[in-house]
């Protein structure tokens, strides 16, 4: 379980690390109250400019909404970054809020997809007057969303959807959001450098072009902005295709808003710049190879699956042709064969830096057969508050070998408990911006092929500082995806690497040092206990059941688990299986394996009915 019985704590950073970061820490505040004092001053200075009066081009709509979630708007209940307010009788401007993830949601206009996905002439209304609420009480610069991330999302959005939010308008509603769009467009223009580097600057500098090319006399903000983006592309986006957070989703974002500003410039007659074009070649096919089999993302470091058929759409729109990739993927070794895909963190976090949101996570893998998700991380908890959010980013909460009471890299401030129970969760405000230290920075990886299937030999050295013991993973996919095999090693293989060990064993008076591996199964399949204690029956919905065995040198147990799904107001329980063992000489090596013992009944339609069902 993720609560007392395998309570696991992230160990401290080194004081001299807490102390830089307490410096960095302050800067920062200090920079973001200067911040917060020049865009409001930009968003004022921005309105006194000439109006803009029409469209002179209008990209078409290509943002996907969920009718689900437009309905649940509809209906009142407001349910945005974890936090849900039902409130039938208000607007999503009255409701009082203070959490700043669900301020960013409400006031980036997501939600506009939505109510545009419903397309009824009641959640137009409603849309129309949110916009125009909003315009009256923050269009002139004032509130949260006058930020230029922020500012560039709902841009796109509102253009996206002009059509939708003018018809019927009164006229001098129309006016105000024209006016509204100009002032908007115009404090990007200003003040696009102050959003952080990454997916905030994307949205930012998309929605200059956005506006750039589709407001009446606002078309010389779009070469500068076009010079922007590609020297972001330039600064961002690795030769490889990936990205500094190594989020997968993020990935996806950023490879979505590129796809949607190079093609609003090829339908102004615009060319997008070089360094542009290549940033789309090169990310798509990285996220081809960290897509599983059912069209979805793999769960790393603060990613989540992703709406579904966004990734599709992303990649079909962008026109590049699909190619295999050799090696890693962003630091992720893939595996597939048949029906059966595998992605494995197969290289160090992210640097400090952009580690915010990193998990500890190093040789976790995610396995998927067909559109059924099996073995998966726990996932973000970022939408669930502060301890969910540290408990999602432990290594426990991955499905990989984990030390009892250390994670194989640590957060910089302190000792936690990373493991509240499944009920009774509190949402404090505390931050959420906790950067990964002390994290393995040796990982190695072999990748192979032949006739009996694909391997991926991995290690690192997370735990090799505190236990002096290096973590080896193998895994081994059959060719035809049947079966995966696993074995798991944790040993001291150097001579530093048994000093280290030999204190630890001289300190704790020979008790060895205890370990699990972790197999966290997705909450939408059945897991039995089967042959006496030996073997693990799982069963999905399409109708298949695969079955985990081990070699009986550790210990096998079924423990409760949750899986954090965003846009859900709380943890799904599930399952994990554990294996646990004790390293008492100098290694410990434990093997498993999943194989497939029953195909699918309904495998040709095997469709996932509940992608759009969000709990209330």
Known sequence: MLGSKHSDRIGSASRMDQENLSRTAWGAEIASIRDRVLNRLAARLAGVSRPVTAFVSQPEPKTIGSIARGRQLMAGNFLFAGYLIEAPDKSIWQIR???????????GFGWL?????????????????????????????????????????????????????????????????????????????????????????????????????????????????MRAIADECAREISPEGGIPSRNPEELMEVFTLLNWAAAALSEAGEMPLRPHLLAIERIAPTLRALRHADGSLARFHGGDRGRA??????????????????????????LAAGRTTIVLDAAPPPAPEYSRNAHASTLAFELTSGRRPLIVNCGSGAGFGIEWHRAARA?????????????????????????????????????????????????????????????VLA???????????????????????RELTGEDTLGALSETDRVTFERLMNRTRLSGVRYD????????????????????????????????????????????????????????????????????????????????????????????????????
Not at 97 to 107: G, K, L, N, T, Y
Not at 312 to 331: I, K, N
Not at 401 to 418: C, E, K, N, V, W
Not at 460 to 467: M, S
């Open 97 to 107: 809020q203070s959490q700043v993830p669900f301020d960013q949601a409400r006031h």
């Open 309 to 334: 058929g966004q990734l599709d759409q992303a990649l079909a729109s962008s026109g590049v042709r699909a190619t295999a990739l050799s090696g890693l993927a962003m630091g992720y070794a893939r």
């Open 395 to 455: 290594t426990p909460s991955h499905s990989t070998l984990a030390i009892h009471g250390f994670s194989s890299s640590r957060l910089a401030h302190g000792d936690s408990r990373p493991t509240p129970p499944i009920r009774g969760q509190g949402r404090g405000a505390a931050r959420l911006d906790e950067r990964l230290l002390d994290a393995p920075r040796d990982v190695r990886v072999q990748q192979s092929s032949g006739l009996d299937g694909s391997t």
């Open 517 to 616: 591996l972790r197999f966290h199964v997705h909450p939408e399949v059945e897991v039995e206990v089967d042959l006496g204690g030996n073997a693990v029956s799982l069963s999905l919905k399409s109708g298949e059941v695969w079955v985990f065995r081990h070699d009986g040198v550790a210990e096998l147990s079924v423990d409760a688990s949750v899986y954090l799904d965003n846009g859900r107001l709380k943890p799904r329980a599930t399952k994990q299986i554990v294996l646990s063992d004790t390293v008492l000489d100098y290694s410990s090596r434990v093997s498993w394996s999943f194989s497939r013992a029953q195909d699918g009944t309904r495998h040709v339609r095997d469709l996932d009915l509940d992608d759009e069902l969000t709990e209330i």
């Open 113 to 225: 997809d939505d109510l545009a996905a419903v397309g009824e002439v009641a959640a137009r209304r409603l849309a129309q007057g949110w916009v125009v609420e909003w315009i009256r009480c923050y269009g002139r610069g004032t509130g949260p969303g006058w930020q230029p991330a922020l500012a560039g999302r709902r841009l796109i959005r509102w253009i996206n959807h002009a059509l939708f939010l003018l018809k019927g308008l009164p006229r001098e509603d129309q006016d105000r959001f024209f006016r509204a769009l100009a002032r908007q467009t115009l404090f990007l223009g200003k003040r696009w450098r102050a959003a952080p580097a990454g997916l905030a600057r994307f949205e930012a500098l998309t929605g200059l072009i956005y506006a750039g090319l589709a407001l009446e006399g606002l078309d010389h903000l779009v070469a500068p902005a």
């Open 459 to 481: 290690t690192h050295n997370g735990y090799a500082p505190t236990h002096g013991l290096l973590h080896v993973r193998r895994l081994d996919l059959s060719l035809d995806g």
